[in-house]
């Protein structure tokens, strides 16, 4: 099988080696850039399976590359910055990042995130011809009737509730943001739409999991959104 390109954006030299050191342990294949314009022109010129992208780049900030790139590319992006603040995070994820890791970071962390990345890649490749059926675990979704299964048991979700399900379902593993959410399932995205977000997602959650408290499906990003885990 062909070891996947990772593209890896960094100007820093120190954690530029240390990510394609880890990334050459595990035989994926790299291509390591320092700018924004370089890492524009590799996504453009080797199709890159995945982009690891910091903010802080020289030449633009990693953000304008992101919208650069998605005007035209589907390629995953996880964002590895110095950056802890949830806006920056919140401004990347919207802008079109997958995933964000804040540095410092574990390598372990990184090729966890990496892993998850391409589990979703070949599951949505494998997924295109049957859009009809969504299954995760013990939960499944029927596109053509609008029904909700859980084993067998068949759920009766509130219209929001099921636009919010299918709206994470479609974007399994991908961090969304509360104001991306909003905007998906209200058109707009006011404070108040995050104060409601809550409370649905509250009731989905009874609905869905086991254990609310402890959700084996959908995750909180504390300030930021939620993401629908592969189970
Ligand atoms: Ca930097």
New binding site residues.
């Given amino acids: 099988m062909n070891k996947p390109l990772v593209l890896v954006v ?3 030299a120190a954690i530029s080696n240390l990510i394609t050191t880890t990334l050459a342990m595990q035989n994926y294949k790299y291509q390591a850039v320092q700018s924004g314009e370089a890492a524009v022109m590799a996504v453009a010129s080797h199709n890159p399976e995945v982009m690891l992208l ?4 020289p030449d633009m900030d990693g953000v304008e590359v992101i919208k650069k790139v998605r005007s035209w590319s589907t390629i995953p992006i996880i964002v590895i910055s ?1 950056r802890s603040e949830e806006t920056d995070k919140i401004e990347a994820l919207d802008a079109g990042a997958d995933d964000y890791l804040t540095k410092p970071f574990s390598v372990e962390e990184l090729l966890a995130r990496l892993r998850v990345t391409f589990r979703r890649l070949s599951y949505s490749a494998g997924c295109e011809a049957e859009t009809t059926i969504f299954e995760n675990g013990d939960l499944r979704i029927d596109y053509a009737s609008c029904c909700v299964y859980l084993k067998d048991t068949q759920l009766h979700l509130t219209p929001i509730e099921y636009k919010l399900l299918c709206l994470l379902a479609k974007n399994v593993g991908k961090v969304l943001t509360h104001s991306y959410i909003t905007k998906e399932v209200w058109g707009s995205s006011w404070d108040n739409d995050v104060a409601s977000l809550r409370v649905f997602m509250a009731t989905l959650r009874k609905k869905i999991e086991k254990d609310p408290s402890a959700p084996q499906y959908i995750q909180t990003h504390v300030g930021i959104g939620y993401r629908m885990l592969r189970v």
């Fill in positions: 960094e100007d820093d910091d903010l802080g780049l110095a």
